[in-house]
C-alpha cells in the first residue's frame, strides 16, 4: 500500500455512519455517489475519499434497519440505489450526535489542557 | 435493537452467501456511470471519464469485500470456502483419503464401541428409579464378604434411622413344572418390602400382600422374560396357578424386564453363572434365626443421610448386635460392615476389566492418530507448491493453518461417523464373544446420547491432534525455498515422520505385550493338567426338589436307578453321578477329623459325594486301594477315597489305606469313622487357576445329610461323539422321574473350555487391537518410506550411477526401516515396564515382564518393519538412474 495517512480511515471509522445519517436527515433521500460528493463538498480540502468506503457504511446502517435502500430514477435517468433516514435512524442520529459531540466536547477540553 | 437485527441480518448472509451480491454489484455500476456522468459533464471524453470515475471509486473488488465483510461473517464464509476446498481434495485423492478415514474409522469406532461398555456398565444409573439412594448393607469376615442372617437383618431393619426401607433377598433354583416340559427357575425369595425398596412395581398385577394375609406364603411375582417366553405374555396369567417344587403358586404379578434381585447383588465366582432371576416369591423370616447367613441385603438412603452416615450409624448397630448374640469363640473372627452403593457392588468386579480394555483401546486410538498425522504430513511434501503459491498470493499463515486445520477435522468427522458403524457392529461382536456372566449390565449397552457425544468428541479432537503438526508444518512454508526446489522443511518433515513413526511402534509394542502377557497366560492356563481326561464326557446336571426327594433314602434310590439305566446306554463305556464337578461348579471346602493325629490349622478339603465308577468315568487315576463299590452302602462300614494331596498332607507319607477320619457334618460325636480304602489323582476342583485343593470322597451310598445329595451331576464317558448320546441319557433320567428338569447338558470339554472364557476373551480383544495396530503401522511405514524413496530420487540415481549394489539401496531403505522400529522398540520397551503391571490381576503363573514376550514381540515389530520396507525398497532398486537424474 502506499503511504496513504492511516488517521484518515480512523477518522471515517468511528463518524461515517454519522456523517451518513446526518446527511441523509438533511438532505433527504441520496444515493451513495450523491452522499460521497456532499462529504467531499462539506470537507473540501480536508479530506479526499475513495467514494467505495462509504459501501460498508451504508450496509451497516441499512441492517441495523436505520436507513433503507430503494432503486430509483435519477432526474438523468439513470437507475441509483437511493438511501432515506428510517424512524429508528432519526432515533439513533440523535442518540449517536449527543454522544460525538460529548465525547469531542471531552477530547477538546483535554487537548486544550494539555496545551 | 439495531445491533441485535443486525447480528441475525449477518448470520443469514453467511449461512446464504451470495444473495445481495446482485444487488452490490448492480449498485456499484450505478455508482461508477453516476461519476461517469459528471466527469463527462466537466469535460473530458467516455475514456477518461471511465478511469477518473474509477480512479474517484477506488479498488472495485476491495470495496466489494468491505462491504461483504459488513454484510456477512466473513470467518463463517472462509469455513465454508475451506470446507468445500477440503472436499475437493479429498476428491482429488480418493486413495489417501480412503485410507486416512478408514484409519480412523477403526480408531474411534473401536474406542466408542469400548466406551459403550463403560458407559452402560460404569457411568449409567441402575434402571431403577432414583437409584443412586440404593445402597447394599454386606458383612465381610476376615475381609470375604458372608451373608446376613434373618436375626440381624430384623434388628437392622428395626433399628435403623438411615433408611427409607430395607429389603433382603435370597436365590434358590426352583422346578416349574406342568405347562409343557419341566424347566429350572432361578427363584428369588425376598423380603415383604423389596419392591418398594427398589421403586418397582410389576408391570401387570401388584405386589404381595401384606404379612397377615394367608394367600401371601403361596403367592409368585414372574419375571417378563418368563412370562414372554412360558406363558406366551398371556395378561389372563394374573390369579392363575402355576406348579414351583411340585406346589401350587398364585401367580400376582408380573415384573418389568431388567430386574434380578437379588442375583444382580451377587457377585462372586461362584454365582457367575446363576442366571437371572425369574420369579419372586415371598420369604418369612424368622427373628431368632441367628444361625444362617443366606441374605443380600439392600437399602434406600433417606434423602438427608449419605452413605458414609449409614455406614456409621449401621456398624454401631451391628457392634451391638455381635455383643449381644454372637457366640464367645466367634468374637475374635472379623466381622466388618460395609454400607456401598448398589451400583458399585454391582460393577466393581469388572471395573478393572473395562478399564483396561479402555486404556488398550486409547492406544490403539493414539497409534490411528499418528498415523493419519503421518499421511497427511507425506502429503503435506506433495502440497508444497500449493501452498506456497497461495501464500504467495497472500494467504496469511492464520489461514492457511486453518485451512490445513479444517482439512483434518472434516477427516476426524467422516472418520468419526463411519466409526459409528463400527461401533454398532462392534457393540454386537463383544457381547456376543464376552462369556455369559462375566460382565453385569451388558444387555444395557447401546450407542446412547453419552456414546454419541464421546464419539463427536473424540472425533474433534482427534481431528485437531493429528492435523495440528502437518498445519503447523504447511504455515511454516519458506517461499523461497520451496520455489527453489528443496529445503530444510524437506529435513524437518522427514524428521517428524520418522518420529512418529517410532511413537506409532512404542505403542504398538505396549498393546502387543499386554496381548501376548494375555495369550501366554491364556495358554499356560490351558495346559494345566486338570486330574482327569475331559474328552467324551457328558455331564448331566439335575436338581432333587425337596418336594418329592424329602430324605436320603428317595434321592439314593433315585441316582442307583439312573445310574443303572445309564449302564445300559448304547455307546456307554462307564458312568457315574457326584455332587461337586469339578471346574466351575461351587466349592464346599471344609473341616474334618483325623483319627489320633490333630488336623494341621488351615486345613480343610473338599468332600465330593461319588458313585462307583465316577473316578473310572472322569478318567482320575486310582492310586492305592480300591474304588467305592455296590457293597459300601448304607449299612456297611463307613469308607472314603482321599487325594495323594490330602493323603500326603494328613499322613505324612506313611500309607493311608486303613486310616480312619470323620467328614465334619456336625458335631463329631454323632458321626460314624471312615475308613481310607484308596487314593486318587489331584483333581482341580473349582477352576484351572485355582491351586490343588485336598479332596475327602465319600460314597453317594453313604452321604450323611439330603442337602449333599441336592444337586447331582451324571457324568458318561462315551465311546462315541458324548453330544449324541446326550437324548439317550435323558431318557434315562425321565425313566425314572418324568417331572425332573435337567438344569444343564454340557461336555466336560466344554465346561473347560467355559472356564477359561474370560481370559480368552481378553487375550482375543486385547490380540485384535494389537493386531489393528500392526496393521496401522505397516501402512504408515510404508508410507514413510516411500516418502523416503521419492524425495531422494536423484540421490539414490546417483549413487547408482557412481556404482552403488542393488543391495546396497535395499540396505539404505532397510537401515531407516529398522532405524525408526529400533528406536520404537526401545521407548516402547520402557513404557511397557512401566505399564505391565496393570495387568497384573489377569496373569496366570507369568510375571508382567516375562522377558519371553518382549522378545517375541521385539521380533515381531522388526519382521513387521522389513515387510513394509519390501515395496519402497523395490521401487528404490528399479530406479532408472538417467532418469532421475535427468529430471529437474
Known amino acids: 500500500m502506499p503511504s496513504e495517512p492511516n488517521c484518515r480511515v480512523e477518522l ?104 | 435493537m439495531g445491533h441485535v437485527r443486525r447480528f441475525f441480518l449477518r448470520l443469514g448472509n453467511a449461512l446464504r452467501p451470495g444473495r445481495a451480491e446482485p444487488d452490490l454489484a448492480r449498485e456499484v455500476s450505478s455508482h461508477l456511470r453516476l461519476l461517469e456522468d459528471e466527469f463527462r459533464r466537466r469535460g473530458m471524453s467516455e475514456e477518461q471519464a471511465g478511469l477518473a470515475a474509477k480512479r474517484a471509486f477506488g479498488g472495485i473488488e476491495q470495496t466489494k469485500e468491505l462491504a461483504r465483510d459488513a454484510r456477512s461473517f466473513v470467518w463463517f464464509d472462509e469455513v465454508r470456502r475451506d470446507l468445500h476446498y477440503a472436499v475437493r481434495t479429498f476428491r482429488r485423492s480418493p486413495g489417501f483419503s480412503a485410507v486416512a478415514v478408514l484409519t480412523l474409522a477403526l480408531g474411534i469406532g473401536s474406542t466408542t464401541t469400548i466406551f459403550s461398555f463403560v458407559n452402560a456398565v460404569l457411568l449409567n444409573p441402575l434402571a431403577y428409579p432414583a437409584s443412586d439412594r440404593l445402597v447394599v448393607v454386606a458383612l465381610t469376615m476376615n475381609g470375604t464378604p458372608i451373608s446376613v442372617t434373618p436375626g440381624d437383618f430384623l434388628e437392622w431393619q428395626a433399628q435403623n434411622h438411615s433408611f427409607e426401607a430395607m429389603a433382603a433377598g435370597t436365590v434358590t433354583p426352583y422346578n416349574l413344572t406342568g405347562r409343557g416340559e419341566p424347566i429350572g427357575v432361578l427363584t428369588g425369595l425376598v423380603s415383604d418390602r423389596f419392591a418398594e425398596t427398589l421403586r418397582v412395581a410389576p408391570q401387570l398385577g401388584h405386589s404381595f400382600a401384606a404379612e397377615a394375609d394367608a394367600d401371601r406364603s403361596h403367592s409368585v411375582i414372574i419375571s417378563d422374560h418368563l412370562w414372554r417366553h412360558r406363558f406366551n405374555a398371556d395378561p389372563a396369567i394374573i390369579g392363575s396357578s402355576i406348579t414351583l417344587e411340585g406346589a401350587p403358586y398364585t401367580v400376582v404379578g408380573v415384573m418389568p424386564a431388567g430386574v434380578s434381585f437379588p442375583r444382580e447383588l451377587m457377585t462372586s465366582d461362584g454365582a ?127 489461514r492457511l493453518i486453518q485451512q490445513y486445520l479444517i482439512e483434518s477435522v472434516l477427516l476426524g468427522a467422516l472418520g468419526g461417523a463411519l466409526g459409528l458403524l463400527v461401533t454398532n457392529v462392534g457393540i ?27 464419539s463427536t468428541a473424540v472425533s474433534v479432537i482427534t481431528g485437531l491432534m493429528f492435523g495440528l503438526l502437518p498445519a503447523m508444518q504447511a504455515g511454516n512454508t519458506d517461499l523461497t525455498t520451496t520455489f527453489r526446489g528443496t529445503g530444510a522443511t524437506h529435513t524437518m518433515r522427514s524428521r517428524y515422520l520418522r518420529v512418529l513413526v ?65 449302564r445300559h446306554t448304547p455307546a456307554m463305556v462307564e458312568s457315574g453321578a457326584v ?196 496393521v496401522l503401522i505397516a501402512v504408515g511405514m510404508l508410507g514413510v518410506l516411500g516418502f523416503f524413496v521419492a524425495r531422494r530420487t536423484q540421490e539414490i540415481g546417483l549413487r547408482i550411477a557412481i556404482g552403488a549394489q542393488r543391495a546396497d539401496i535395499v540396505t539404505l531403505i532397510v537401515k531407516q526401516a529398522l532405524a525408526m522400529t529400533g528406536i520404537g522398540i526401545a521407548c516402547g520397551a520402557a513404557l511397557a515396564l512401566a505399564v505391565t503391571r496393570l495387568l497384573e490381576r489377569f496373569l496366570f503363573e507369568i510375571s508382567p515382564y516375562d522377558p519371553a514376550i518382549f522378545v517375541l514381540i521385539a521380533a515381531v515389530l522388526c519382521v513387521m518393519s522389513l515387510v513394509a520396507s519390501y515395496v519402497p525398497a523395490r521401487r528404490a532398486m528399479k530406479i532408472d538412474p538417467l532418469v532421475a537424474l535427468r529430471c529437474e
Open chain 1, 12 to 115: 471515517l471509522q468511528g463518524t461515517l455512519d454519522l456523517i451518513v445519517l446526518r446527511a441523509l436527515d438533511t438532505m433527504g433521500p441520496q444515493h451513495a455517489y450523491g452522499l460521497a460528493s456532499r462529504l467531499e463538498q462539506v470537507a473540501q480540502p480536508s479530506l479526499t475519499l475513495n467514494q467505495g468506503t462509504l459501501y460498508p457504511a451504508l450496509v451497516r446502517l441499512e441492517q441495523k434497519g436505520w436507513i433503507k435502500g430503494t432503486w430509483r430514477r435519477t432526474e438523468k435517468n439513470r437507475e441509483a440505489k437511493y438511501y432515506s433516514i428510517t424512524r429508528a435512524g432519526v432515533r439513533g442520529l440523535q442518540k449517536q450526535s449527543e454522544r460525538w459531540r460529548r465525547l469531542a466536547g471531552l477530547v477538546d477540553k483535554l487537548l486544550l489542557n494539555e496545551g
Open chain 2, 272 to 398: 457367575r453363572t446363576l442366571p437371572d432371576v425369574d420369579s419372586w416369591v415371598p420369604l418369612t423370616l424368622r427373628p431368632n434365626d441367628r444361625a444362617n447367613g443366606f441374605l443380600e441385603v439392600v437399602a434406600r438412603l433417606k434423602s438427608d443421610v449419605s452413605c458414609a452416615q449409614a455406614q456409621i450409624e449401621m456398624a454401631t448397630i451391628q457392634r451391638a448386635l455381635a455383643d449381644r448374640f454372637m457366640p464367645r469363640e466367634l468374637r475374635d473372627l472379623n466381622v466388618g460392615l460395609r454400607v456401598v452403593q448398589m451400583q458399585e457392588q454391582i460393577v466393581r468386579a469388572v471395573r478393572p476389566l473395562l478399564l483396561t480394555l479402555f486404556r488398550a483401546v486409547t492406544l490403539l486410538l493414539v497409534v490411528a492418530c499418528a498415523n493419519v498425522a503421518n499421511l497427511l504430513l507425506g502429503r503435506a511434501a506433495t502440497r508444497e507448491r500449493e501452498v506456497a503459491i497461495r501464500s504467495a498470493l497472500g494467504s496469511g499463515r492464520r
Open chain 2, 428 to 454: 454386537d461382536l463383544i457381547s456376543a464373544l464376552i462369556p455369559p456372566g462375566t460382565l453385569p449390565r451388558v444387555r444395557e449397552v447401546r450407542i446412547d446420547s453419552h456414546v454419541l457425544i464421546f
Open chain 2, 502 to 566: 517410532a511413537a506409532e511402534v512404542a505403542l504398538a509394542f505396549v498393546l502387543l505385550v499386554g496381548a501376548g502377557l494375555l495369550f501366554k497366560s491364556f495358554a499356560r492356563l490351558t495346559s494345566v493338567n486338570p486330574g482327569f481326561r475331559p474328552e467324551s464326557i457328558l455331564t448331566l446336571d439335575v436338581t432333587l426338589p425337596e418336594g418329592s426327594y424329602p430324605t436320603l433314602t428317595e434321592m439314593r434310590a433315585f441316582s442307583s436307578a439312573v445310574l443303572e439305566g445309564m
Open chain 2, 579 to 774: 455332587n461337586l464337578l469339578p471346574i466351575g461348579g461351587p466349592l464346599l471346602s471344609g473341616d474334618f477329623t483325623l483319627e489320633g493325629v490333630p488336623r494341621p490349622r488351615g486345613f480343610t478339603a473338599v468332600k465330593p459325594a461319588v458313585s462307583p465308577g465316577y473316578f473310572r468315568a472322569l478318567g482320575i487315576p486310582m492310586l492305592r486301594g480300591r474304588d467305592f463299590n455296590e457293597r459300601d452302602t448304607e449299612n456297611a462300614p463307613g469308607v472314603a477315597v482321599v487325594t495323594e494331596r490330602f493323603a500326603r498332607r494328613a499322613w505324612l507319607g506313611q500309607d493311608a489305606i486303613g486310616k480312619r477320619l470323620k467328614l465334619g457334618f456336625g458335631r463329631p460325636e454323632d458321626q460314624p469313622w471312615l475308613t481310607v480304602v484308596g487314593v486318587v489323582g489331584d483333581v482341580k476342583q473349582s477352576t484351572l487357576a485355582d491351586e490343588t485343593r485336598p479332596a475327602i470322597y465319600v460314597s453317594l451310598m453313604q452321604a450323611p445329610q439330603p442337602f449333599l445329595l441336592r444337586n447331582l451331576t451324571f457324568v458318561a464317558r462315551t465311546a462315541v461323539d458324548p453330544r449324541s448320546v446326550a437324548s439317550l441319557v435323558r431318557e434315562d433320567i425321565h425313566r425314572v422321574d418324568p417331572l425332573l428338569p435337567i438344569d444343564r447338558v454340557a461336555t466336560m470339554t466344554q465346561l473347560l473350555s467355559d472356564s477359561v472364557a474370560e481370559p480368552r476373551f481378553r487375550a482375543v480383544l486385547l490380540g485384535a487391537f494389537g493386531a489393528s495396530a500392526v
